[in-house]
């Protein structure tokens, strides 16, 4: 596997004090924030825009090279995932994960307004993020099987296939909830088939569940309120990637 990256979810920081939450994470240990954008429609809660994630950009370092620290990992829990691209290229993200659910779903992708785009696949939606310069990564919720995945991700042409692939490990919409185990078979599988690709797992991971996680083939480790709730976050960010490594 690529080595591990710790990526901390600030959903569960103090959104009144998101800048100064970003920063102190980093310094903790972490390599990435992940960035939770939920739109109270594709999934049952909402949380902030592109606004806000242009403002929190300022306080912590641009990454260097492609998966490096700091890199905003912007899980996009939205309806129309290819409407924000470049909204959100603006406001510094370096990659942006979109539900492959949303992207094959055309009711999803109406607008109220009727301005926006038709349905996009995922392959040309990787590719138009890729063209913005972004990294892309493609997630999928519980109950999608991942075998919906190898079409995309067995696809020769390189601008098409996505850098990291989210098996989400709880219904998303909410931190603090259970891990399920049963989503670990997935990631078996896709470790199996992709020994170098970007396996980022989100939802209920924590020191009691990590090296089920890290077992499996996960490499990405979102964990929000395991962090955010430690009394010493950067104690449970080494303890996660201790696991990951060893
Ligand atoms: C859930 C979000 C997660 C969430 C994880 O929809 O995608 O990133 O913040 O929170 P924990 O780690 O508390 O399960
Ligand atoms: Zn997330």
Known sequence: SPPAIIAPSILSADFAELGKACSDTISQGADWLHVDIMDGHFVPNMTFGAPVVTKIRTHVDRPTAAHGRGTFDCHMMIAEPKRWVRDFKKAGCDLYC??????????????????????????????????????????????????????????????????????????????????????????????KRYPNMQIEVDGGLSEKTIDQAADAGANVIVAGSAVFSASDPGQVIKKLRDAVES
């Open 98 to 191: 979109f539900h492959y659910e949303a992207a094959v779903d055309s009711t999803a992708a109406d607008s109220p307004s009727g301005t926006s785009s038709a349905k996009t696949s995922p392959k040309e939606l990787i590719k138009f993020i890729h063209s913005e310069g972004l990294q892309a990564g493609i997630a999928i919720k519980p109950k999608t099987p991942v075998d919906v995945l190898w079409e995309i991700l067995d696809n020769p042409v390189k601008e098409e296939v996505p850098d990291m692939v989210l098996v989400m490990t709880v219904e998303p919409g909410f931190g603090g909830q259970s891990f399920m185990a049963e989503m670990m078979p997935k990631v078996t599988e896709l470790r």
